[in-house]
């Protein structure tokens, strides 16, 4: 049998009680042992809903990590403290998982990757959208060089009016941007990861704050406050990598448009393309006719299937175990996050000098 993992929550909040806790909670190698948020009736809520039964409760994480009997912690707060946690929690000998983004600036991002090189420690981030039966299929036709040269791409992230009027959001200094560092990190991992292509060269970018300041605006979570909507509405790029692939990316919390997807990633290869548009397309030409294939993702298993119905939260945390336990790579490695926060910020950069940055 495998060892049980003692592991520990830093933020207490929707990502911790929506994804991480209720995934972990189903693993029977993870005690849930210790929980910490500034706020402190959180952290006791989750202990009491998901702990075990001697959890103990933090407001420092400081103090959290001083206990050497924690292997695991998962870092679910604001975008800008997850490096300084996740390097903290490294050092202190305990392999992390850190919520998306990998962290505010590219900076950090690659601190995090020297920090679990220095200390040998595993460190991976969040993207769980690598785990949905619909990426982990595409994923197996694409590393089977089915699609051929893979040279140009579509990440999406597209919100009609869906802009989250909750927690720090909509604030520029605790997050570091808006749609683009929020769901556009989503799209643009997944399609790296599709091209397995981590090499960038260029990036040209804009962003927009058109709807921000509209007061009473329609909005799936009610209207939100212009005063304190600091960052943008809207953000695009254009990656061209040194391979010469092309990537388009697209995000929005608000857009007038009703060409809506998040998290998915439009392919096109010598060989043939691909689409995730109301489930998954293949397309390609065979015998001189064009074809157009929607794959049955009913009709067998995908990677890392093991007969149990899982949900990709499931899989995601069962993976990462794995990882650890048998000593291998997790699925979403740190130089891969890196490379996603070197390119957002790229975006960010670009939009406001006007110019292309080279990387």
Same mark, same amino acid.
């Given at each position: 049998?495998?060892?049980i993992?003692k592991?520990?929550i830093?933020g207490?909040?929707?990502?911790?009680n929506?994804?991480?806790?209720?995934?972990?909670?189903? +693993?029977?190698?993870v005690?849930?042992v210790?929980?910490?948020d500034?706020?402190?009736e959180?952290?006791t809520?989750?202990a009491?809903?998901?702990?075990?039964?001697?959890?103990?409760v933090?407001?420092?994480?400081?103090e +959290?990590?001083?206990?050497?009997?924690i292997?695991?912690?998962h870092?679910?707060t604001?975008?800008?403290?997850?490096a300084?946690?996740?390097?903290?929690?490294l050092?202190a000998?305990?392999?992390?998982m850190?919520?998306?983004?990998?962290?505010?600036?590219?900076?950090?991002a690659?601190?995090?990757v020297?920090?679990a090189?220095?200390?040998?420690?595993?460190?991976?981030?969040?993207?769980?959208?690598?785990?949905?039966?619909?990426?982990?299929?595409?994923?197996k036709i694409?590393?089977?060089g089915?699609?051929?040269?893979?040279?140009?791409?579509k990440?999406h992230?597209?919100r009609?009016?869906?802009?989250?009027?909750?927690?720090?959001?909509?604030?520029?200094?605790?997050?570091?941007g808006?749609?683009?560092?929020?769901?556009g990190?989503h799209?643009?991992d997944?399609t790296?990861?599709?091209?397995?292509?981590?090499?960038?060269?260029?990036?040209?970018?804009?962003?927009?704050?058109? +709807?921000?300041?509209?007061?009473?605006?329609?909005n799936?979570?009610?209207p939100?406050?212009?005063?304190?909507?600091t960052?943008?509405d809207?953000?695009f790029?254009?990656?061209?990598?040194?391979?010469g692939?092309?990537?388009?990316?697209?995000?929005?919390?608000?857009?007038?448009?009703?060409?809506?997807d998040e998290?998915?990633?439009?392919?096109s290869?010598?060989?043939?393309?691909?689409?995730?548009?109301g489930?998954?397309?293949?397309?390609g030409?065979?015998?001189s006719r064009l074809?157009?294939?929607?794959?049955?993702?009913?009709?067998?298993?995908?990677?890392?299937?093991?007969g149990?119905?899982?949900?990709?939260?499931d899989?995601?945390?069962?993976?990462?175990?794995?990882?650890?336990?048998?000593?291998?790579?997790?699925?979403?490695?740190p130089?891969?996050?890196?490379?996603?926060?070197?390119?957002l910020e790229?975006?960010?950069?670009?939009?406001?000098?006007?110019?292309?940055v080279?990387?």
């Amino acid at each position: 049998m495998s060892k049980i993992y003692k592991l520990a929550i830093i933020g207490c909040g929707g990502i911790a009680n929506g994804k991480h806790l209720p995934s972990l909670k189903k +693993l029977a190698n993870v005690e849930i042992v210790a929980f910490c948020d500034i706020v402190e009736e959180r952290a006791t809520e989750a202990a009491a809903k998901y702990g075990a039964e001697d959890a103990i409760v933090y407001t420092d994480y400081k103090e +959290l990590l001083t206990d050497a009997s924690i292997d695991i912690v998962h870092v679910c707060t604001p975008n800008d403290s997850h490096a300084d946690i996740a390097i903290a929690a490294l050092e202190a000998g305990k392999h992390v998982m850190s919520e998306k983004p990998m962290a505010k600036t590219a900076h950090d991002a690659k601190r995090m990757v020297e920090a679990a090189r220095r200390t040998g420690k595993k460190l991976t981030v969040g993207y769980n959208n690598r785990f949905r039966p619909d990426s982990q299929h595409l994923k197996k036709i694409c590393a089977a060089g089915e699609l051929g040269d893979i040279y140009y791409a579509k990440a999406h992230a597209i919100r009609r009016r869906a802009v989250p009027t909750w927690g720090v959001f909509l604030d520029e200094e605790k997050q570091g941007g808006g749609p683009l560092i929020d769901i556009g990190t989503h799209a643009l991992d997944l399609t790296l990861w599709m091209l397995d292509n981590y090499k960038p060269k260029v990036v040209l970018g804009t962003s927009y704050h058109k +709807l921000s300041q509209r007061e009473n605006a329609a909005n799936a979570w009610g209207p939100w406050d212009p005063a304190k909507f600091t960052v943008e509405d809207s953000a695009f790029g254009m990656i061209v990598m040194e391979n010469g692939a092309t990537i388009v990316l697209e995000s929005s919390w608000a857009l007038n448009t009703l060409e809506v997807d998040e998290a998915k990633c439009t392919l096109s290869g010598t060989e043939g393309g691909a689409d995730m548009k109301g489930g998954l397309r293949i397309n390609g030409e065979q015998h001189s006719r064009l074809f157009t294939t929607q794959v049955d993702l009913k009709a067998g298993g995908v990677a890392f299937y093991d007969g149990k119905t899982e949900s990709d939260a499931d899989l995601e945390m069962r993976m990462w175990l794995k990882a650890i336990d048998e000593d291998t790579e997790p699925v979403v490695t740190p130089e891969q996050a890196y490379v996603v926060s070197q390119i957002l910020e790229a975006i960010y950069e670009s939009s406001k000098t006007g110019k292309a940055v080279y990387l």
